[in-house]
Structure formats: C-alpha cells, structure tokens
C-alpha cells in the first residue's frame, strides 16, 4: 500500500509559477512510475505529466514546455514545476503511481494509488 500527500497548490496570476510536491509512505518508492493528473469543474481527469521508474518522462501537449516533472527517490518525493501559468491550468491536481505493468502511462485508470489533490487557481 502507498499513500500520495501532495502539497503546494495555491492562488496565482497568470504567468505566475508555483511547485507541486507529492510525497509517498514507503520504501518501494523507486519502483512506481509517478504522474501527475488534472481535473477541473464539470471536466475529465486529465493526464499531466509522468516520470517513470526507470526515469523516462512523458507530458501532455498542453503543459509541455512549461512544465517540469521531476523525482528524488531518496525523500519518495515527486515534483512538479509549474511556469508561465495560464488560466486554463486550474484544477485540482493529483499525483498518482503505478507499478512496472504494461498499459497506458497517460490513463487515469491505470495507476493504482492517488493522492488527495491540492487546488490550484490560476487569475486572469
């Protein structure tokens, strides 16, 4: 069992930057692939980003470039780097691992364990 605490989420104007941080129980830490999910209002739960076990890392088309996942497997912490923020980016973020089983990395439904979620609120 892992239980995901993220932290970091907030209010800023656009163009602003914030940090999210998840940090994982546990000490199989290093063997999850850890993603990070996005839902807003009366939306889907969406893909973000992911950072695998083994290190690769994936983003979706709307975030990449401006944002950054990144893993330190000493603290079982998994970041995610937020800039050039616009209004569209708030949701309510999720970070979420999945073991080394084949499947989707994008999918919601194929990651096991999830955090609470941490608000974020982007200001025009």
């Known amino acids: 069992q892992v239980q995901l605490v993220e932290s970091g989420g907030g209010l800023v104007q656009a163009g602003g930057s914030l940090r999210l941080s998840c940090t994982a129980s546990?000490?199989?830490?290093?063997?999850?692939?850890m993603g990070w999910f996005r839902q807003a209002p009366g939306k889907e739960r969406e893909f973000v980003a992911t950072?695998?076990?083994?290190?690769?890392?994936i983003y979706s088309d709307s975030v990449k470039g401006r944002f950054t996942i990144s893993r330190d497997n000493a603290k079982n912490t998994v970041y995610l780097q937020m800039n050039s923020l616009k209004p569209e980016d708030t949701a309510v973020y999720y970070c979420?691992?999945?073991?080394?089983?084949?499947?989707?990395?994008?999918?919601?439904?194929?990651?096991?364990?999830w955090g609470q979620g941490t608000q974020v609120t982007v200001s025009s």
């Open positions: 979420a691992a999945r073991g080394r089983v084949p499947g989707s990395l994008r999918a919601p439904y194929e990651y096991d364990y």
């Open positions: 546990g000490r199989t830490f290093s063997t999850y692939s």
């Open positions: 950072c695998t076990w083994s290190g690769g890392i």
